[in-house]
């Protein structure tokens, strides 16, 4: 993604490494980017290789553009062509792949047909020669690593499914997972997929209240946690907050632990140690260990997104809606195949960490986990971690990249990083200066970053980029396969090329939500509601002359200024364009004179130290760029900046505490006290 320039007349330069010539109107009325560079082109060898161009082949098209238009205009036809692709195995089969009847909020996809995700992740590469690679490697922030195969994987999750089976779960039951990325936390998600039970991953890091509040929405039975995990160094107490938010879910009727830390520690009488979970699943009959005969459209996993707009919302999936989504962008966009290395730094609690897992899974491919912080105990950790473990896809979030460009240009050049063949990043908006550091420093130019985004309620992307298109600085070459994707005026019209509008989908598409979990009208509201039979996702967009698009921010965050609308991503890019400033937010509050006057938040880059001076600095470069009256009226500078795990800044709290209003949820925070420090700010 990419937070843009702002809305002014004039063509004007950003002083950053790599400056990008951007011309533009306001808002309300034309934004056109000129002149932005192709930074990547795919080499005729790279083009030749692809999954995509694979695909391409089998189904008799000769561009992408032609194979966009039909995956559109026919869904059922590429959802078809797609689950070929796949090699997914229905039995039985389907009678009707999409079926509208209920209207287009909630089709019913693959209907009649038998589908269970484990067996479609695992169990089907049993006899052939792909059972003996790597499914998983896994390396904890202590050292250690551990690989397991596609054979090995299959028999942890057999014994798993048939412990849990011992311990009365069973189909339909929904089971928390608060757990670090780690082996166990891949078999827990495929071990409750086998049974038919339903997974309900939360963040590692959650607080008690945070945990405790979704399994009680979805009456869970069990939990898995574990002993702790490290961090920098130190040991996280995750068993303390996992055994108290069972204990305040009634519901809960066991919690399975497992010895991360290799503590010693009495467990209560009614918890079950994971080591005495997989014997018992081990020694069951053979009838516990059978893989339950679950259909496409059971319910597989209930997602909770963060909360950036209120309270956190359960998103329901069913076993052929995110798997097959997710193994699809991921083949398609970051170019995954049989035995490719593919690592993302995320957790299970953000949807990329069950996207890793069934995506790559379905695929074929080795998911390559490191269980850590990605700069300690050095802050090459990341790209010593890339080289000894032959990583091809590397998927990261800008946050990260912004703190890693920091370390240093040299350290990526000490690894050995020939195997890796593309970046991929999503979460957030990219800012140029560290979009470049990547692509140059580390990518030497020659590597694409395949830029993602959609989210949890799409099981996926609507924007992708992909091997055979070339790529701009911070934007998407091109919406995902199957997804029809508009840029839609108020009055619900598309948008003519370079203009701002709604970023929007017209049709269904298979890994869309099937609703919020027992909030049917919230879910309607949410993205339904403001033109019939089409989803409003909630963004800002525009595509340029090109056909490229950038993601412009989040709709519900603008603002208008002076009269004027303004997206708080194109202030807050020019914030962080200066060097001494590492992260920015900005939001609106009320002013007698412009009606919304902007308030900014900063983090010092550790080369700079707050003077006076300095915001009057960053206050003058606004005003260059977009206008004195553009200009935020106050900047404080701050320890944090209020954002989910995710990396996804919570202007929402952000606002609401330093006017002294109730921030409302706060359970996906990474950093609860920056919201105190905020709100004392906003009491002075």
């Given amino acids: ?15 950053i490494e790599r400056s990008l010539v951007i011309r533009f109107r306001p808002m309300s009325e034309t934004n056109v980017l000129e002149n932005q560079p192709i930074a990547w082109r795919p080499s005729e060898e790279v083009i030749e290789k692809a999954q995509l161009t694979r695909f391409m082949k089998q189904v008799g098209v000769t561009s992408f553009d032609e194979l966009h238009k039909k995956s559109v205009e026919d869904v059922a036809w590429f959802t078809s062509e797609t689950l070929k692709f796949l090699e997914i195995d229905l039995n039985p089969g389907y009678k009707t792949l999409l079926d509208t009847q209920s209207g287009v909020e909630f089709p019913k996809w693959l209907e009649g047909a038998g589908f269970n995700a484990a ?16 499914a998983v490697i896994w390396e904890a922030e202590e050292g250690s690593v551990r690989t397991l195969t596609y054979e090995a994987l299959e028999t942890e999750v057999e014994a798993c499914a048939a412990g849990l089976r011992v311990n009365g779960i069973r189909k339909g039951d929904a089971v928390g997972i608060h757990l670090p990325m780690m082996c166990e936390t891949v078999v827990a998600l495929i071990a409750l997929a086998r049974i038919g039970a339903i997974a309900v991953p939360v963040f590692s890091g959650y607080g008690v209240d945070a945990i405790a509040s979704r399994l009680n929405a979805v009456e869970a039975k069990a939990l898995i946690t574990c002993d702790g995990f490290p961090r920098r ?3 996280v107490d995750a068993f303390s907050v996992g055994a108290e938010a069972a204990r305040r879910s009634p519901s809960v009727q066991k919690v399975f632990v497992v010895r991360r830390l290799g503590s010693s520690t009495d467990l209560p009488t009614d918890f079950v140690e994971w080591e005495r979970l997989m014997t018992d699943g081990a020694e069951a009959d053979e009838r516990l260990k059978a893989i339950e005969e679950t259909s496409a459209e059971d319910p597989l996993i209930i997602l909770y997104t963060s909360g950036t707009t209120g309270k956190p919302k359960g998103i329901a999936h069913t076993h052929s809606s995110f798997p097959i989504k997710a193994a699809q962008d991921m083949a398609f966009g970051t170019d995954v195949g049989k035995c490719t290395r593919i690592s993302w730094v995320t957790d299970i609690g953000w949807m990329m960490g069950p996207w890793l897992i069934y995506g790559s899974l379905i695929l074929g491919g080795t998911i390559v986990i490191y269980d850590g912080a990605p700069d300690f105990p050095e802050a090459d950790r990341i790209w010593d971690f890339c080289a000894r473990h032959r990583v091809e896809i590397l998927g990261i979030s800008p946050t990260l990249i912004r703190a890693l460009a920091t ?7 000490k690894h050995d990083l020939s195997f890796l063949r593309a970046f991929a990043s999503t979460g957030e908006p990219w800012n140029p200066a560290p979009w470049w550091w990547l692509f140059e420093k580390v990518g030497d130019s020659k590597l694409p970053i395949i830029n993602y985004s959609g ?11 992909n091997p055979l298109l070339p790529i701009k600085p911070c934007s998407f070459p091109a919406p995902c396969l199957g997804m029809a994707a508009e840029i839609l005026d108020e009055k619900g019209d598309p948008s003519p090329d370079g203009s701002v509008g709604e970023l929007a989908i017209t049709k269904p598409w298979i890994g869309m939500a099937r609703g919020f979990w027992k909030e049917r009208e919230r879910y309607i509201e949410t993205y339904w509601s403001r033109f019939p039979g089409i989803w409003v996702h909630g963004d800002w967009a525009m595509k340029d002359g090109d056909g490229h698009w950038f993601i412009l921010g989040r709709s519900d965050d603008t603002l208008k200024v002076a009269g004027k609308r303004v997206g ?7 914030l ?8 920015a937010a900005v939001i609106g509050v009320p002013d007698e004179i412009k009606g919304t006057a902007m308030v900014a938040f900063c983090v010092l880059t550790d080369v700079c130290d707050e003077t006076l001076d300095l915001e009057s600095e960053l206050k003058a470069l606004v005003a260059k760029d977009m206008g004195k009256p553009l200009s935020p009226s106050k900047i404080h500078f701050v320890n944090a900046i209020p954002k989910t795990r995710n990396a996804k800044v919570m202007r929402r709290v952000i606002r609401a505490a330093y006017l002294g ?9 990474e950093n609860p006290s920056a919201v105190e420090e905020i709100r004392r700010l906003g009491q002075n």
Avoid at 121 to 129: A, E, K, L, S
């Fill in 119 to 134: 067996r479609q992740c695992v169990t089907r590469w049993m006899g052939r020669p792909m059972a003996d690679q790597p």
């Fill in 407 to 413: 370390k240093g240009d040299d350290l990526p050049k």
């Fill in 568 to 574: 708080p991503a194109e202030v807050e890019s020019l």
């Fill in 233 to 235: 160094g130190k040991a």
């Fill in 455 to 465: 989210g949890t309620e799409i099981a996926g992307g609507i924007l992708m980029g």
């Fill in 661 to 669: 209003e109730d921030a409302g949820d706060l359970s996906a925070l």
């Fill in 1 to 15: 993604m990419i937070t843009t320039k702002p809305p002014s007349e004039h063509i004007t330069r950003i002083p």
């Fill in 576 to 583: 962080v364009a200066h060097e001494g400033v590492a992260e």
